[in-house]
């Protein structure tokens, strides 16, 4: 969009007092001082200057006047930019057991916990790169939309510093990821899309459910990264179970199994410690770097104020050469003063003794 | 009652009657001229005995006396709209001064005054008269004029009208003319005493500011003007004058006298300086 397209008066009947501004080029409030002729004056380049920019001035300063009356403002935009970064979609777990720290116990004195640990590693994650634009949903029990997709990061780390908050109890994986990927939404295809899943554990994920993942991921085909946070003890995402193998037994097992059969880029972290968690989101950050293009808005912008700071300007070169204004007819009160002492009687007789 | 002022022709005057100036003619009263033999001027009561007794070849010899002629006087005043100038003086209050004194100062020695204004065109307002009255005539017409119009070329034209015997032609401008109009002026005139005066203003000679801005309005529509005074702005515009007045200073003495400047208020005894001074 053009500067002139998006350029706009909030009340556009002052603007019928714009031709005033023309008023200059046929008055003046300089004294005009009449002469016998005109070609007594030398020419002068620098007068000549002098004049155009005192003539402009007078110009500009009812013009702008006018026009900061009639309240000039830039039209807010969005203009489409290309930057380094990727969409990203955090998908983090609310449950219960986040609260605890990877010890599995509930945190006490330096300790932190899962949730405190990634909600700090997270949030320099976003602060790193400008371009991201990020979407941050949460899940429980149901999963929970808290910020759409979005480049305001200060809002983002709003979002990310409320994930310590104390979790509600389960954990619905399926409808979670769902959630997290209608976050990408349509629009920059090129652009590359990574959902980062933060989890400390697995649901099962219902076998009716799994056939609409799988057609979701296809089509938006981001690259899947799942930190999982790994409290000690607990069963690795390699780790078969000593019994059965089933997804109720080891439901982390088997979704991790589940992402590598859905045919996108898919990497899973565990963390066993808050470094470990640092460290893998360091990699996703290096790993995550493609061309994007993003929606830059730009708010609506009130040009009244330098409209009226012209005017003043304009008004304030008036002002000097007003001041500066000197006349012929001043010399005249001046010359009669100089004249009368020699007319005066009192001094002739001194001019005769000289 | 300002001063008179007193003038003579340069060269002799040839008026139509008897005056106050020396003239070629000759008649039987005045100073005396020279001695011619008795059949050129056949005047029995201008015998002058001793020359005729002196003279070996017995012719008789009679005295000639100068005839004092009387002159027709005539003020050209430049009308147009830059002689409303007020600056230091009034210029045209300064013109009808000189004008009313000059008329005073010649009806009262029995020579005629007559004043044309020439704006466009010459034009008559007081035709040249001896009478007493011509003074306030001369007054009272230059008040009712409005001087008006850009161009000053009757000054030029008034030669036309001023044919005829020797007259003495006081032109009176501001003398910022086009060159033919000032050429063709002199040149037109040539067969009378022409005085040029030359009004100007002190606001335009030492007056001129040094600083500051000034918008100057021609008074013959030519316009306006923003003007930065400076110190070197003023140096060169009083240079340029100075150039001009030089210029009309040559100009004139080719014809004739200088011109006399008349500027900011007008001294009798001055003009009358000038007009003996310049005479000879």
Not at chain 1, 8 to 13: D, E, L, N, Q, R
Not at chain 1, 226 to 250: I, K, N, V, Y
Not at chain 2, 72 to 79: F, I, K, P
Not at chain 2, 237 to 242: F, M, N, P, T
Request: hydrophobic share 45%; net charge positive; with cysteine.
């Amino acid at each position: 969009m053009s500067l002139l397209s998006r350029f706009g008066v909030t009340a556009p009947g002052w603007l019928w007092l714009l031709p005033l501004a023309l008023l200059p080029l046929a008055a003046t409030a300089q004294r005009r001082v009449p002469v016998p002729a005109l070609a007594m004056v030398p020419a002068d380049g620098l007068s000549r200057l002098v004049d155009a920019v005192l003539t402009l001035a007078s110009v500009a300063g009812i013009g702008f006047l006018v026009l900061a009356l009639a309240g000039p403002r830039l039209a807010g935009e969005s203009v489409v930019r290309t930057g380094e970064g990727a969409q990203v979609s955090l998908l983090i777990d609310r449950s219960g057991s986040m609260n605890e720290t990877f010890a599995g116990r509930q945190p006490s004195g330096a300790e932190e916990s899962k949730a405190a640990a990634s909600r700090r590693i997270l949030e320099g994650f976003v602060g790193r790169r400008a371009h991201d634009l990020v979407a941050v949903s949460a899940f429980s029990t149901s999963p929970m939309a808290v910020l759409p997709m979005t480049d305001r990061h200060d809002a983002v780390r709003a979002a990310i510093r409320a994930i310590d908050r104390p979790g509600l109890e389960a954990t619905n994986v399926a409808r979670g990821l769902g959630l997290a990927l209608s976050q990408f939404g349509p629009g920059a295809p090129q652009a590359s899309r990574v959902l980062l899943l933060v989890s400390d554990g697995a649901a099962v994920i219902d076998r009716r459910v799994q056939p609409l993942l799988r057609e979701e991921f296809a089509k938006i085909h981001p690259t899947l990264y799942w930190l999982f946070l790994r409290t000690a003890g607990s069963p690795g995402l390699a780790d078969r179970p000593a019994g059965e193998d089933t997804p109720q037994a080891a439901p982390e097992r088997h979704l991790d199994l589940f992402f590598k059969s859905l045919g996108v880029p898919y990497r899973a972290f565990e963390a066993e410690s808050p470094e470990a968690v640092e460290q893998a989101v360091r990699e996703i950050d290096r790993l995550e770097r493609k061309p994007i293009t993003y929606v830059e808005r730009r708010p609506q912008h009130d040009l009244a104020g330098l409209a009226y700071g012209l005017a003043a300007f304009a008004l304030g070169l008036l002002l000097a050469g007003k001041l500066a204004e000197t006349d012929l007819a001043g010399w005249k009160a001046e010359a009669r003063r100089s004249v009368r002492p020699s007319e005066d009687p009192a001094s002739q007789p001194t001019r005769r003794a000289a | 009652m300002s001063t008179d002022i007193l003038y003579r022709l340069r060269g002799p005057a040839a008026g139509p009657a008897p005056g106050a100036h020396r003239a070629r003619d000759t008649g039987g009263l005045g100073v005396f001229r020279d001695q011619v033999p008795f059949w050129r001027h056949p005047d029995a009561r201008r015998i002058d005995l001793r020359a005729t007794l002196r003279d070996p070849f017995e012719g008789t010899v009679v005295r000639r006396f100068e005839q004092r002629r009387a002159l027709e006087v005539w003020a050209l005043v430049d009308a147009s709209a830059s002689m409303r100038f007020r600056g230091r003086g009034e210029t045209w209050a300064l013109v009808t001064e000189l004008c009313t004194a000059l008329a005073r100062s010649a009806t009262r020695i029995g020579d005629a005054f007559g004043v044309m204004a020439c704006g466009a065109r010459a034009e008559t307002v007081v035709p040249a008269s001896r009478r007493r009255g011509t003074a306030e005539a001369v007054a009272d017409a230059l008040a009712a004029i409005e001087p008006r119009g850009a161009s000053a070329a009757g000054l030029a034209e008034a030669g036309a009208s001023l044919a005829g015997r020797r007259k003495l032609v006081v032109a009176i401008s501001d003398f910022r003319l086009p060159g033919p109009v000032l050429a063709a002026l002199f040149e037109r005139l040539q067969g009378h005493d022409v005085v040029p005066v030359a009004v100007e203003d002190g606001a335009f000679d030492e007056g001129l500011p040094a600083f500051g801005l000034i918008e100057l309005e021609d008074l013959e529509g030519g316009g306006r003007r923003r003007v930065l005074m400076r110190p070197s702005l003023r140096a060169r515009w009083l240079s340029r004058e100075a150039d001009r007045r030089e210029a009309l200073r040559r100009l004139a003495l080719r014809y004739g006298r200088p011109p006399y400047r008349l500027a900011d208020r007008f001294d009798g005894d001055d003009f009358s300086r000038h007009l003996l001074g310049t005479a000879a």
